[in-house]
């Protein structure tokens, strides 16, 4: 079965460092999304990513952070100067479909854990 | 999102049904009704979707009330691996340019005694 993969399963950090989290996505999905969970707290949205470009961010989705899909397998989420609050598990999730229709489920890996010292 | 509500956690013991109820008040007309899971350590896990009718699959069925302001995610048979958060969660059919992302609640974290 398709899986969605994210390397590596545990990064730890020094605090001001830049990280990049590497996620490959199921390979025939179009729509690709970060998400965190601090340890403890809900699962929150990051970013999703679709055609190339940024469809939609939250809040906690600032100039620290971007996200490249570099080669056409690859979606990376970047962290320029990483913060203590940083420290979480990030998900990379993909969807199938086509257009904005909702009603496709989103697979996520396994996560990365953060942890910034 | 429209917003759910579920109860904190529930316990159930191993191999008998489990119900899990979901209060969505607000919902839309074209909100589909998505269930999620996760277990301990892992990423979420898609369980089942439905917009009006009865749905199910391998996993679960899923029970959407006739006015579709609750539904219900039905395990059959629960498993000491069904241990894990259930999230009940409100996508609109077509966002147009509005939010994409899931928004996860806290869930009902379902316990599963042997």
């Known amino acids: 079965e398709p899986e969605v993969t994210q390397t590596p399963s545990h990064q730890v950090t020094q605090m001001g460092q830049e990280v990049i989290l590497r996620c490959v996505p199921i390979s025939n999905h179009l729509y690709f999304y970060w998400y965190r969970q601090i340890l403890g707290q809900k699962v929150e949205f990051l970013v999703s990513?679709?055609?190339?470009?940024?469809?939609?961010k939250s809040e906690i989705f600032d100039d620290q952070f971007s996200v490249e899909r570099p080669d056409g397998s690859n979606f990376t989420l970047k962290i320029r100067s990483t913060k203590l609050e940083d420290s979480a598990m990030y998900f990379c999730a993909s969807r199938a479909g086509t257009g904005r229709r909702m009603n496709t489920e989103a697979f996520f890996g396994q996560g990365t854990r953060l942890t910034v010292v | 999102d429209a917003k759910t509500t579920q109860p904190n956690s529930m316990e159930s013991n191993e191999e008998e049904p489990v119900h899990l109820p979901c209060n969505h008040s607000?919902?839309?007309?074209?909100?589909?009704i998505h269930w999620y899971r996760q277990l301990p350590s892992q990423g979420p896990e898609y369980v089942i979707h439905?917009?009006?009718s009865n749905v199910n699959n391998r996993m679960a069925s899923l029970a959407i009330a006739e006015d579709r302001k609750s539904s219900t995610l039905i395990l059959h048979r629960a498993t000491l691996r069904d241990a894990a958060v259930y999230y009940c969660i409100l996508r609109p059919d077509y966002s147009g340019g509005g939010a994409d992302g899931l928004t996860f609640g806290k869930g009902t974290h379902l316990i599963i005694q042997p």
């Open positions: 439905g917009l009006t």
């Open positions: 990513f679709y055609n190339n470009e940024i469809s939609e």
């Open positions: 607000t919902i839309s007309g074209t909100d589909y």
